[in-house]
């Protein structure tokens, strides 16, 4: 599947999911557990609730961003979330009203190689979302394929 959830074995977690080498093998500021959620994005979660999980390498996501923002920011949708097609469509997915931010764009990217995240429903929102641990360096894992534009 898309994601693939950890589960909080630490032994298992260090080993890499499934016996494989995943990114856990290799991440040094992860000492047995899953790093510590950062307060200030609890409540962006449903009920504060959420998961660890790995986003395999090859996967898309998707994120509502300003026109000229050159950067991804930390949090994120699946590809199966929906890409906006129309402005109405754009403003609905988007707009988050809580925080007064407005996305212009949606960008795609691509998962050059698998990235632990915290996994959940998004709070007064629709849909899941991903949020990239503050340690993990996105220009290492992502690569931008796509743009669309939502708003006028």
């Given at each position: 599947?898309?994601?693939?959830?950890?589960?909080?074995?630490?032994?298992?977690?260090?080993?890499?999911?499934?016996?494989?080498?995943?990114?856990?093998?290799?991440?040094?500021?992860?000492?047995?557990?899953?790093?510590?959620?950062p307060?200030?994005?609890?409540?962006?979660?449903?009920?504060?609730?959420?998961?660890?999980?790995?986003?395999?390498?090859?996967?898309?996501?998707?994120?509502?961003?300003?026109?000229?923002?050159?950067?991804?920011?930390?949090?994120?949708?699946?590809?199966?979330?929906?890409?906006?097609?129309?402005?109405?469509?754009?403003?609905?997915?988007?707009?988050?009203?809580?925080?007064?931010?407005?996305?212009?764009?949606?960008?795609?990217?691509?998962?050059?190689?698998?990235?632990?995240?915290?996994?959940?429903?998004?709070?007064?929102?629709?849909?899941?979302?991903?949020?990239?641990?503050?340690?993990?360096?996105?220009?290492?894992?992502l690569?931008?394929?796509?743009?669309?534009?939502?708003?006028n």
């Amino acid at each position: 599947g898309f994601v693939r959830r950890v589960l909080r074995n630490s032994e298992k977690i260090a080993k890499g999911v499934d016996g494989r080498n995943t990114i856990w093998a290799s991440a040094t500021e992860f000492k047995g557990k899953f790093p510590e959620m950062p307060e200030k994005y609890l409540a962006s979660f449903e009920d504060k609730v959420f998961e660890p999980a790995v986003i395999k390498e090859g996967s898309i996501l998707v994120q509502g961003q300003n026109l000229g923002q050159s950067r991804p920011g930390k949090f994120f949708g699946s590809r199966e979330s929906g890409v906006p097609r129309t402005v109405s469509e754009g403003e609905e997915l988007w707009f988050i009203q809580e925080h007064g931010k407005r996305a212009e764009v949606v960008k795609g990217y691509m998962v050059t190689k698998d990235i632990p995240v915290y996994y959940g429903k998004v709070a007064n929102g629709v849909g899941d979302q991903f949020l990239v641990p503050e340690f993990q360096y996105l220009s290492d894992s992502l690569k931008e394929v796509f743009e669309v534009r939502t708003m006028n």
